[in-house]
């Protein structure tokens, strides 16, 4: 395809006007069009042993996601054999041509998912690093908030600290073990157990605290709000203050009733 061409395509799909062209090694087939959708064409394929015949309508295909890179690919078949290519792939492809070993593909808006033409190009390895912190499209969290979740790890349990960022405990784990948020948080794999989450010790059944997480609210009192303790351990803010203040649970806390 020439340069004109793969202008033209770029600048119809920045205005989400859509066209197809054949893909490459499966003229016959397929087709994909500059917003990143796969036509299936209409045809007659063999079908059995008996030199059957079956009919294929045009339509457009469905899309995969990857689990982990949440990146789309597309299962397309040719003479028995499948294939799963993504889609940024066929899109690179078809419109900017073969791509050299040297170059990586990318998105101008970070987001694998969109892969209209003109949001993509080939550029150096260096151009092409993912997107991390606040600037990638799928993080939940801040760069503020994985600091605050640092903070919390030595005396807060890990369950407690994910409701209250309304994530998995799972991601607080990676983010103690260095797994992920490494290079703000300067944990690395080696670390650990430096930074060993707190336990969890669920309260017996009817009773919202027990001995533990009561110790736990006591030193969270001089470094976060009532509300906020409150709605980490699912208990009212007027539960709080009693404690801060010596009315429940001084038998525990040694807190002079105030």
């Known amino acids: 395809m020439s340069p004109e061409d793969t202008y033209y395509y770029s600048f119809l799909s920045l205005f989400n006007v859509e066209e197809f062209v054949d893909i490459r090694g ?3 087939s397929y087709a994909i069009s500059n917003l990143g959708n796969v036509l299936s064409k209409d045809r007659i394929v ?4 008996k030199n059957g015949r079956r009919h ?12 982990k890179s949440k990146v789309p690919s597309i299962s397309i078949q040719v003479g028995g054999r499948k294939k799963f290519p993504t889609i940024v792939f066929l899109v690179c492809d078809t419109f900017l041509g073969p791509m050299p070993k040297n170059k990586w593909k990318y998105h101008k808006n970070k987001n694998p998912q969109d892969n209209r033409l003109f949001n993509l190009f080939l550029g150096e390895p260096e151009e092409c ?3 991390k912190g606040d600037d990638h499209f799928r993080s939940k ?19 407690i600290i994910a409701k209250r960022f309304n994530i998995e405990p799972a991601s607080v784990r990676s983010i103690a073990h ?11 794999r080696q670390d650990i157990p430096v930074r060993a989450p707190v336990r ?6 009817g009773i919202k605290l027990n001995k533990e997480s009561v110790l736990q609210i006591v030193s969270l009192l ?24 010596g009315k429940t649970w001084s038998h525990i806390t040694k807190i002079n009733p105030k």
Request: glycine share 4%; with cysteine.
């Open 141 to 159: 969290l801040s760069e503020k908030d994985v600091l605050n979740i640092i903070e919390l790890l030595p005396t807060v349990p890990t369950e």
């Open 129 to 131: 690093q993912h997107s």
């Open 178 to 188: 260095g797994n992920t948020w490494g290079w703000l948080t300067g944990i690395t």
């Open 56 to 67: 294929i309508k045009a339509r457009i295909l469905k899309t995969k996601l990857n689990r």
């Open 222 to 245: 001089s470094s976060t709000s009532q509300s906020e303790i409150a709605k980490m351990f699912e208990v009212s803010r007027t539960h709080i203050r009693s404690i801060s203040n």
């Open 26 to 28: 499966y003229e016959e």
């Open 46 to 49: 063999a079908c059995g042993r």
């Open 200 to 205: 969890y010790v669920k309260p017996m059944k």
